[in-house]
C-alpha cells in the first residue's frame, strides 16, 4: 500500500479521500488554488501545497513531486476523467488511482462508449446526425449533449427543430467551458425516464464484479439531487441483468478501478433499458453504495491502484437494507435553482446522518466551483425508513448566509410520487414549485420578534439607552415591521408588546418562539441589514424596508441579474428590435450557462454590461423600451 498520496481535488471529496487515507495510515497531501488556502481540506490534510488552478496537470504533477506522493486520487470533477492527467503520472512515476487511460478516453468520449457498449451487447439510445434531426420525418424531443464530461452541462432537450440550432450553439459553448472540448452529438431523449446506475469495481488480474445499482431519477437540469440504493423499481432478476450488461462492458472497455455504468430505462417498464454513459471515477452518489454494501470504494480504489487482488467476488456482494443521499446546493429554489452566493454565517449538521461537505462557519461560497455544499445521507432497513431518517436529517441541518436547497429537499421527498418510488427524470419539473416551509407571514413575525428582541439586548441594562420601544409604563410601544422576506412580497408586522410571543434565547444563535400555538426554533445571523432565518430545514434573507424601497417597482422591460455570474455573451446591441423570448445578455455561473431573455417585444435601449464582466444578483444589465 501506498505511504503518500495527493488528492488533485478540492471541497467534500477532498476531505472524503482525506478520511479514508488517515484511517489507512496514509499521509494525505492537498493542493489548494488561491481563494482556497483555508479551506477545509487544506487544514485537514496532512500537507498542501498551492496551485494556480485545479486544472493545470503540469503544476499537479509537481506538486507530487514536492510533496514526495507515490499516488494521485483525481477525486471527481476537474480532471478526474482526463487521460492527459493519468498519462503525466505514469511519465512522473506517480500511480494514478483510477483507469488506465486508453479506458478513460473512450468512455469518456459518449459517442465512442456508445459504440463499445452496442459491440459488448448492452442496449443504446439511438444517435443522430445534425442533418437527421433536422429532416421533416424526425420525431422530437431530442437531447444535445456534450461529448465529454459529465454532471449535466452541455445538455439541452430540443423540443422542435426550430430550436436545435440555439441549442447546439449553447451545448457547444458550455462544454468547450467545462471539458475543454465542444463537441456534441444528438441522441433520442426519453420524456418519462428512470436513471439508473450501475457501480463497478475492476482490478488488475482480470476480476470485475458489480454492487448494485443506484436509483438517480430526482434530478434537475440534468444533474441529481436526490440518489438512492436499491432502486425502488429494480427486482433481483433485472439487478442481476444491469450488472452483467455493466460488467461486460467493463471487461470491453478494458476497465481498471471504480467506475460507473448509467441506464436511461423507461419509467414505467425498466427492463426496457439503454446504456447511457460510463462515468469512469468515483461518483458524487457512492456514498449510498457503500451503505447498502458495507465497502469503502475509496479504500477499494486505492488498493486497486495498488496492485491488490479485489477481496470479495460476485456471490459476496449482497445489499443490506436501504440508503438514501440529498445534495445540498447553494441554489435558490424559489428562484428556478439559480445558483446563490454568500458567506456561510450559521451551519448547524445533522446529529444521526453522515455528511460529506465541503462548508464551515465563514466559508465562502462564489461562483468559481459546483454549487454543491453537502450531502446528507442515510441508512435504515428499508427505504420507508431511509426516508424518515433523511426527513429528520434535513429538518436538523442549517445553513444561513446563502441560498439552499435543504428546505425544497424536505418538500420533495415528502411527495406522494417520492415516497411510492414514482420517480422519472422529470418529477421534478412537474411537482415544483412545492411547499417551502412555514407560512410567509410566520417567517415575517418571527423576523419582527427576534429583531426586536435583538434590539433590547443591544440596550442592556440602561432603560435609557434601550431603542425596542421600551417605556415608562412597563410595556413595550407598538412597533412596525415592513420587511422584504427573501424574492418575494414585503410583509408587514406589529408587535404590540414584548412578552406577546414569548421568545426564550436557546443558544448563542437561537430562539425558540410561539407562533400560533406551535414552538418551534430558529436559528439566526446577521449579515449587515440582512437577517438570515432558519429553522426545520428552511432558511430565509430577510431585510427590513423603507416605504420608499417597498413602493418601488421595475418596469417590466428592465433585465436583471437572477444570480451572481459572469457575462458570458451579449447577443444584442442598443437599438436592435426583440421578441419575448430573444436572448438580451448570457450569463455564467457555477459552470452553468443562463440565457437572460427579452420579456417584451420592443427596442434594446440599454446594454449595462460586456463580456467578461463579473455581475451580482439583482444588478441591472439592460433595458428593453416595449413597443406597442
Not at 420525431?139 to 464530461?149: F, R
Request: charged share 25%; aromatic share 4%; glycine share 8%.
Amino acid at each position: 500500500m501506498f505511504e503518500r498520496v495527493l488528492i488533485a481535488n478540492r471541497g467534500e471529496i477532498a476531505r472524503r479521500v482525506i478520511r479514508t487515507l488517515g484511517r489507512l495510515g496514509i499521509r494525505s497531501i492537498a493542493v489548494y488554488a488561491p481563494g482556497d488556502r483555508h479551506a477545509p481540506h487544506v487544514r485537514e490534510a496532512d500537507e498542501a501545497v498551492p496551485v494556480s488552478s485545479y486544472l493545470e496537470i503540469e503544476e499537479i504533477i509537481a506538486a507530487c513531486a514536492r510533496g514526495g506522493a507515490e499516488a494521485l486520487h483525481p477525486g471527481y470533477g476537474f480532471l478526474s476523467e482526463n487521460p492527459a492527467l493519468a498519462r503525466a503520472c505514469a511519465a512522473a512515476g506517480v500511480v494514478f488511482v483510477g483507469p488506465p487511460p486508453h479506458a478513460s478516453e473512450l468512455m469518456g468520449d459518449k459517442v465512442r462508449a456508445k459504440d463499445a457498449a452496442a459491440r459488448a451487447g448492452v442496449p443504446v439510445v439511438p444517435s443522430y446526425t445534425e442533418a437527421e434531426a433536422q429532416a421533416p420525418d424526425a420525431i422530437y424531443p431530442l437531447i444535445v449533449k456534450a461529448a465529454a464530461g459529465g454532471g449535466g452541462r452541455g445538455m439541452r432537450v430540443v423540443e422542435s427543430p426550430a430550436d436545435l440550432q440555439r441549442a447546439l450553439e449553447s451545448a457547444r459553448r458550455e462544454a468547450k467551458a467545462g471539458f475543454a472540448d465542444e463537441r456534441v452529438f444528438i441522441e433520442r431523449f426519453l420524456p418519462h425516464a428512470r436513471h439508473i446506475e450501475v457501480q463497478v469495481l475492476a482490478d488488475t488480474h482480470g476480476n470485475v464484479l458489480h454492487l448494485g445499482e443506484r436509483e438517480c431519477s430526482l434530478q434537475r437540469r440534468h444533474q441529481k439531487v436526490i440518489e438512492e440504493s436499491p432502486s425502488p423499481a429494480v427486482d433481483g432478476e433485472l439487478r442481476n441483468r444491469l450488472g452483467e450488461e455493466a460488467v461486460a462492458l467493463a471487461r470491453a472497455a478494458g476497465y481498471v478501478n471504480a467506475g460507473t455504468v448509467e441506464f436511461i430505462a423507461d419509467a414505467y417498464r425498466p427492463t426496457d433499458h439503454y446504456f447511457l454513459e460510463m462515468n469512469a471515477r468515483l461518483q458524487v452518489e457512492h456514498p449510498v453504495t457503500e451503505l447498502v454494501i458495507g465497502l469503502d470504494l475509496v479504500e477499494q480504489q486505492l488498493r486497486i491502484a495498488a496492485g491488490e487482488p479485489l477481496g470479495i467476488e460476485q456471490q459476496d456482494v449482497e445489499l443490506s437494507g436501504h440508503a438514501i443521499e440529498a445534495r445540498i446546493n447553494a441554489e435558490d429554489a424559489t428562484r428556478d435553482f439559480l445558483p446563490s452566493a454568500g458567506r456561510v454565517l450559521n451551519y448547524r449538521r445533522p446529529t444521526a446522518a453522515r455528511v460529506d461537505d465541503a462548508i464551515e462557519i465563514g466559508t465562502e461560497i462564489d461562483t468559481t466551483y459546483d454549487s454543491l455544499l453537502a450531502k446528507v445521507i442515510v441508512h435504515g432497513p428499508d427505504r420507508a425508513t431511509a426516508l424518515a431518517e433523511l426527513e429528520r436529517a434535513l429538518s436538523q441541518t442549517t445553513i444561513l448566509g446563502v441560498m439552499t436547497t435543504t428546505g425544497f429537499l424536505r418538500s420533495l421527498i415528502a411527495t406522494a410520487d417520492v415516497r411510492a418510488g414514482r420517480l422519472d427524470t422529470g418529477l421534478i419539473g412537474r411537482v415544483h414549485p412545492l411547499p417551502e416551509g412555514p407560512a410567509i407571514d410566520a417567517v415575517a413575525l418571527a423576523a419582527a420578534v427576534i429583531s426586536a428582541e435583538l434590539l433590547r439586548e443591544q440596550g442592556g441594562d440602561d432603560p435609557f439607552g434601550r431603542v425596542d420601544g421600551w417605556r415608562l409604563a412597563g410595556r413595550r410601544a407598538s412597533s412596525w415591521w415592513q420587511l422584504s422576506i427573501g424574492s418575494r412580497e414585503q410583509v408587514e408586522v406589529e408587535l404590540r408588546e414584548s412578552g406577546q410571543h414569548d421568545p426564550q434565547r436557546t443558544g448563542p444563535s437561537t430562539f425558540a418562539i410561539t407562533i400560533a400555538g406551535e414552538r418551534n426554533e430558529w436559528a439566526y445571523a446577521r449579515d449587515g441589514d440582512t437577517l438570515w432565518l432558519g429553522t426545520d430545514g428552511w432558511s430565509w434573507p430577510v431585510r427590513r424596508q423603507s416605504s420608499a424601497a417597498a413602493e418601488q417597482v421595475q418596469s417590466d422591460g428592465d433585465l436583471r441579474a437572477p444570480m451572481p455570474g459572469q457575462v458570458l455573451l451579449v447577443p444584442a446591441t442598443v437599438g436592435d428590435r426583440v421578441q419575448v423570448g430573444d436572448p438580451v445578455v448570457v450569463l455564467e455561473s457555477m459552470k452553468m450557462e443562463l440565457v437572460i431573455a427579452s420579456p417584451v417585444d420592443g427596442l434594446v435601449a440599454q446594454l449595462n454590461v460586456a463580456a467578461g464582466e463579473k455581475v451580482a444578483v439583482d444588478q441591472p444589465l439592460a433595458r428593453v423600451e416595449p413597443t406597442a
